[in-house]
């Protein structure tokens, strides 16, 4: 019997890349960023080696360095914390400052906000607390007991509140990240009924309550003082859930959506992709990305093919782009490669 030599096609690396279905482009990958108040900072985030907060003008120059890059997520990271998180929403809060300082400077750029509370509520929750045995002494918390509930509708409006302070800063795409019920249809009414159509909404539409999200809330500073987010974000024991979330969030008017985290929830990404005709992300998160630096032990050659089998199978999967902290060592590994 005659073999059939699959093996042809695999026989050097030169055959192997000219075959190769599936490949990551710059144009593929979203950069997260970390903003900070200051001047010349660039602080290293201990739980993920090689990510810094900056602040707006050493985020300019990081920026700069990476010739090609289509398009950040930006986070603001603030000790000025309170129970309703209104500095997210302030015309002249750190995010909106940023975004304003980066479109001055690269105007081809496009730029992601995230829009949640978790980062600004000094209880860490990306909800509005409804009621709960929680006494608030300045930035502390006293807890009595874990009963909480988050107020879905108050919080609402101030999504809506937070994302039209980034348009009025003039950002591209708003990416709501909280998983409050509604809270699409509510950014895109309130945009439009402020003359920003043009906003683009990406939404954390399949987001789970999963544990890789540890060393972000390092870099945020936006842990749960109490509790855990189970009530809101999505149960991973659950993929019919996310479809119906996805839909919803088209439904409403989302022109991008997204499933976070990524690598466990390859099936998701692929699900959705097959299911719904729209651009999906995936964001590579925290955890996922310090668990590759620590199984590479400094090795670049080892990273480089870590990495690369990880975000090519999240594309693979279905992703049309891929929110990823492995980034800036992806240009480099591309720009090597002559791409």
Not at 28 to 43: K, Q, R, T
Not at 60 to 76: M, N, P, Q, T, V
Not at 161 to 184: C, E, T
């Amino acid at each position: 019997m005659r073999a059939i030599r699959l093996s042809r096609l695999r026989k050097n690396k030169t055959t192997r890349d000219w075959v190769s279905q599936t490949n990551i482009d710059i144009d593929d990958i979203i950069m997260p960023y970390f903003v900070a108040e200051g001047v010349n900072l660039s602080i290293p985030i201990a739980s993920m080696p090689g990510i810094n907060r900056f602040s707006i003008d050493a985020l300019i120059k990081d920026i700069s360095k990476l010739k090609g890059l289509r398009a950040i997520l930006l986070f603001g990271v603030t000790d000025k914390k309170d129970a309703i998180g209104s500095k997210s929403y302030d015309k002249n809060g750190l995010v909106q400052k940023a975004v304003r300082a980066i479109k001055r400077e690269f105007r081809d750029l496009i730029v992601i906000t995230d829009v949640c509370l978790c980062g600004y509520t000094n209880y860490g929750h990306c909800g509005i607390i409804k009621k709960s045995n929680i006494k608030y002494q300045k930035s502390k918390i006293q807890i009595k007991n874990q009963n909480f509930y988050i107020d879905n509708d108050k919080t609402l409006k101030i999504l809506a509140k937070i994302a039209l302070s980034h348009a009025q800063a003039g950002v591209d795409f708003v990416a709501p990240s909280g998983m409050m019920d509604g809270q699409v249809g509510t950014i895109r009414e309130v945009l439009d009924k402020n003359g920003f159509k043009d906003a683009g909404i990406l939404a954390y539409s399949a987001k789970y309550a999963s544990s890789f999200y540890g060393p972000f809330r390092d870099a945020l500073d936006s842990a749960p003082a109490f509790g855990d987010r189970k009530s809101y974000q999505l149960d991973f024991r659950n993929s019919d859930e996310a479809l119906r979330e996805i839909s919803e969030d088209i439904e409403e008017g989302a022109d991008i959506v997204m499933v976070k985290p990524a690598l466990a929830y390859l099936d998701i990404i692929y699900q959705a992709k097959q299911k719904f005709n729209i651009p999906l992300a995936a964001y590579n998160v925290s955890a996922e990305y310090a668990m590759l630096k620590k199984m590479s032990g400094n090795d670049e050659e080892k990273e480089r093919e870590l990495v690369s089998e990880v975000l090519t199978s999240i594309k693979r999967a279905g992703a049309d782009f891929i929110i990823t902290y492995h980034a800036k060592d992806i240009f480099k590994w591309l720009k090597i490669k002559g791409r």
